[in-house]
Each structure stands twice: as C-alpha cells, then as structure tokens.
C-alpha cells in the first residue's frame, strides 16, 4: 500500500504509471523473498493463525517477535525505496 500511495497516480495518468507502480511492489516483494524465501506468513511462521491448532503452535513458540522482524524489514525495505 505505501508503494501504490508514493506512487501517486491518478486514474487518467494511464495505464504505464499505474504499471510503474505494480513494477515497484513486485520488485519489493523479490526483494522481501530473497531476504526471507518467502512472503506467506504461514511459511514464515511454519503455522497456519487461522486455526487453533496454528495459534496455539505461534504463541508456545513465541513467534510474535518473528512477526517483529519481518514488519521491521519491510520497513527498512521501504525506506531504502522512498528514500531514493
């Protein structure tokens, strides 16, 4: 979403500017998964937070500080990207 936002296109900026920006979020999420391997939490996790069984497994597991740094990378990831 903030690369989509940064981008600020309009609808009648055409098609190539709206294109841009979708080149920008695919770069980032290849970015993302050479870091990580992956950007599907429930890969990054190894559990699946739509079941109890996967809630149960994230939070004996302490997985909350994972989330914590995947969120942190995005984010650097991010500012790298605006910052140019």
């Known amino acids: 979403m903030v ?9 009648s900026d055409g098609r190539d500017k709206i294109n841009d920006a979708y080149a920008k979020v695919r770069s980032f999420i290849e970015e993302f998964e050479k870091e990580k391997g992956t950007v599907n939490c429930r890969k990054l996790l190894g559990c699946d937070l739509l079941t109890d069984e996967g809630q149960k497994y994230f939070n004996d597991h302490k997985l909350r500080d994972n989330c914590t740094g995947f969120v942190r990378l995005a984010c650097d990831l991010l500012d790298k990207r605006l910052a140019k």
Request: charged letters at 35%; hydrophobic letters at 35%; glycine letters at 12%.
């Open 3 to 11: 690369l989509g936002l940064s981008s600020d296109f309009k609808d």
